[in-house]
């Protein structure tokens, strides 16, 4: 199918189906697994994971290829950012934070490439609807936040044991408003994966319908709204997969931090 046969609706609508599998077939949706966002998260991480495996083995001192250099300055950042942000003493942190930004940074990337590509190539394996930006599916970006968050909680039940519990009755009000400050720090704590999931998803997901309707114009005037937008959205991927970083390392940080 192309956008010459169908209508801009169908275009569109198109564009955002997912190549889904219902686990449970006649239950709804709440049991379908949408195999495209799997399929690209899964490879981009042992893609990713290579690279730097490869990496690590060629490492030399003195005088690094580009590769190496490439590789350090992006540590070297992820690292600085622990540094200011991050006041606990687990090394999970740093590592964390490293895979977090790479990792939703390239899923973001696959927003970059020409809309009908992918799509086009899986229409010769009989597949006519592939999606290849995971992050632009709240369920990728939920499953992200969700972990983040039971790493928060696990964190604030081992480093805090007791105090935890004289945190929630006395904070932010004092021990006489008790009744206010646990349902304050439950919406407090919830409120976090949420905020990490539909910020990611939100503008991922705008960017991708951006270039949808892009696509939906005459190819001769496709190069500069669209070439304008790839060198905004550069930007804006990059953002989101920082912002998402920097969130984790203080809200790891909080959960740290005892006083």
Not at 223 to 246: D, E, K, R, S, Y
Request: charged residues 10%; hydrophobic residues 55%.
């Amino acid at each position: 199918m192309t956008a010459e046969v169908m209508t801009s609706g169908e275009y569109i609508q198109h564009h955002l189906d997912h190549l889904t599998v219902n686990l449970q077939p006649g239950t709804g949706g709440f049991w379908s697994v949408n195999i495209d966002t799997l399929t690209v998260s899964i490879l981009l991480a042992v893609s990713l994971a290579a690279f730097f495996r490869y990496i690590a083995v060629k490492i030399q001192s003195g005088v690094p290829g580009r590769l190496q250099n490439f590789v350090e300055i992006i540590i070297g950042f992820v690292q600085d950012a622990v540094t200011q942000s991050y006041h606990g003493k687990s090394p999970l942190i740093a590592p964390l934070a490293l895979v977090v930004f790479i990792w939703i940074f390239c899923m973001n990337l696959m927003d970059l490439l020409p809309v009908d590509l992918i799509p086009h190539i899986m229409s010769f394996f009989g597949i006519h609807h592939f999606k290849n930006v995971p992050t632009a599916d709240p369920n990728a970006t939920f499953a992200m936040s969700i972990s983040v968050f039971v790493l928060i909680v696990f964190y604030n039940i081992t480093v805090k044991g007791m105090h935890l519990g004289k945190e929630i009755l006395t904070k932010p009000f004092g021990p006489y408003l008790f009744f206010l400050n646990v349902p304050f720090r439950i919406i407090e704590e919830v409120a976090k994966p949420f905020t990490l999931a539909l910020r990611l998803f939100g503008n991922m997901f705008a960017g991708e319908l951006i270039f949808i309707l892009i696509a939906l114009m005459p190819w001769w005037m496709q190069w500069l709204p669209g070439g304008i937008w790839a060198i905004f959205h550069i930007l804006i991927i990059t953002i989101q997969a920082f912002i998402f970083m920097m969130l984790t390392i203080v809200y790891l940080s909080m959960a740290h931090e005892s006083h």
